[in-house]
């Protein structure tokens, strides 16, 4: 059983004060601290990008926010965490047991998103095909000099 991984979304903030070119530094450091702790397949999976946090922490107002997706034996969690809380790269963060999707869901997920698509697509052909009906509908509005034109016309006439 030691042996078995559980799938963890680990979501952190660095200091915004750092420069995004130590950025790769900083990002090497968390990957080794990982690894010691027996971490693997470690995938960068989001850069959410730099943010006004909502309190200040240790005095910073911005941080940059990054998730990543690992692999790690369940023993390990605690010392990592440990390891986490006193590094000076991470304001804050969130490491959350995540479960794996299987082929047969990752499949109906996307079969789910084409029939969304189809749809919305579906729903902006009615929108088109309805202006285009107002547009044939719409009729040139006659001006009032042409219907007392009309009218005098008409009535001027001989009334049989």
């Known amino acids: 059983m030691q042996n078995q991984l559980n799938?963890?979304?680990?979501?952190?903030?660095?200091?915004?004060?750092?420069?995004?070119?130590?950025?790769?530094?900083?990002?090497?450091?968390?990957?080794?601290?990982?690894?010691?702790?027996?971490?693997?397949?470690?995938?960068?999976?989001?850069?959410?990008?730099?943010?006004?946090?909502?309190?200040?922490?240790?005095?910073?107002?911005?941080?940059?926010y990054f998730t990543w997706e690992l692999d790690l034996p369940p023993q390990n969690l605690a010392p990592a965490e440990k390891e986490l809380k006193i590094n000076k790269d991470v304001l804050r963060y969130l490491l959350v047991k995540k479960r794996l999707k299987t082929a047969a869901e990752v499949a109906k997920e996307e079969k789910v998103?084409?029939?969304?698509?189809?749809?919305?697509?579906r729903k902006e052909k009615e929108k088109e095909a309805e202006a285009e009906k107002k547009e044939k509908t719409k009729k040139e509005k006659v001006s009032l000099d042409d219907l007392d034109k009309k009218l005098d016309e008409l009535l001027s006439g001989e009334i049989k």
């Open 7 to 64: 799938h963890y979304e680990f979501t952190f903030i660095i200091p915004g004060n750092a420069p995004e070119s130590d950025h790769q530094q900083i990002f090497g450091r968390l990957k080794s601290l990982l690894e010691k702790n027996q971490a693997q397949n470690i995938a960068g999976v989001s850069e959410i990008g730099r943010r006004k946090l909502s309190y200040p922490v240790k005095q910073l107002r911005h941080g940059f």
């Open 113 to 121: 998103k084409t029939i969304q698509i189809q749809q919305q697509l």
